[in-house]
């Protein structure tokens, strides 16, 4: 059981440049999320998911796109990467209803030049 | 959207001290979560408390969903205690939660 799982670890992307964020989960969960995290500050949400095929903008989605085409796997794309969006990648899940308890997986650090 | 306020915001603390961390959030919810990111930048679950008190190892958690707050004990603290203690907060059908910005713990030897 690896939990959740986060790839790749660390990427370094040049301004304009795309990439997609994988995050997946082995533990049946309902519930998908994409959080960033900035030096010194607290996380926060840019999308998430209550269920497969369905997504919902967070607190700051701007500049992101995400897919749920299965359940176990939550994408994360930045279709033109800009310095702005240099910060560190944590993806979450937690099983539905009455489960709140998020996990987290390791991160991904994205830098952009 | 509620508004969720951690302190202090660094701690400073010698091995064996004891501390407390506190969370006040403006609104009710359901789920009231701390976790431990250690220097490494792993995000570890330590409590899930919406109200109440757990106890695990030397750490223990009270929430006052009256009050609207919370509070992180951590007893006879040592160096791998160190990192930054976050809280995080849901209000009823947000399905998401909401941080704080954290409270950063320095435990020296």
């Known amino acids: 059981n690896a939990g959740v799982t986060q790839t790749p670890k660390f990427r370094v992307l040049k301004t304009g440049q795309s990439m997609t964020l994988l995050c997946a989960q082995d533990m049946n969960h309902e519930y998908m999320y994409w959080y960033r995290q900035d030096p010194g500050m607290g996380l926060r949400l840019i999308h998430y998911?209550?269920?497969?095929?369905?997504?919902a903008k967070g607190e700051v989605p701007d500049g992101y796109n995400v897919s749920r085409l299965k359940k176990q796997n939550f994408l994360l794309g930045l279709e033109s990467a800009a310095p702005s969006q240099t910060s560190v990648y944590f993806c979450?899940?937690?099983?539905?209803?009455?489960?709140?308890?998020?996990?987290f997986g390791p991160g991904t650090r994205l830098t952009v030049t | 959207g509620i508004q969720v306020e951690q302190s202090p915001p660094d701690l400073i603390l010698q091995e064996g001290a004891n501390s407390t961390l506190r969370c006040n959030f403006s609104d009710s919810v359901n789920n009231l979560q701390w976790f431990h990111q250690n220097p490494w930048g792993q995000l570890i679950n330590l409590f899930y408390?919406?109200?109440g008190t757990k106890q695990n190892g030397r750490l223990s958690a009270t929430t006052v969903a009256t009050e609207r707050y919370s509070l992180l004990y951590i007893s006879s603290s040592q160096t791998t205690d160190s990192g930054v203690y976050f809280c995080a907060v849901e209000i009823q059908g947000a399905q998401k939660l909401v941080f704080g910005q954290g409270t950063r713990l320095t435990i020296n030897p």
């Open positions: 979450a899940s937690r099983g539905p209803f009455f489960s709140y308890e998020q996990y």
């Open positions: 998911s209550v269920g497969e095929g369905t997504t």
């Open positions: 408390i919406p109200s």
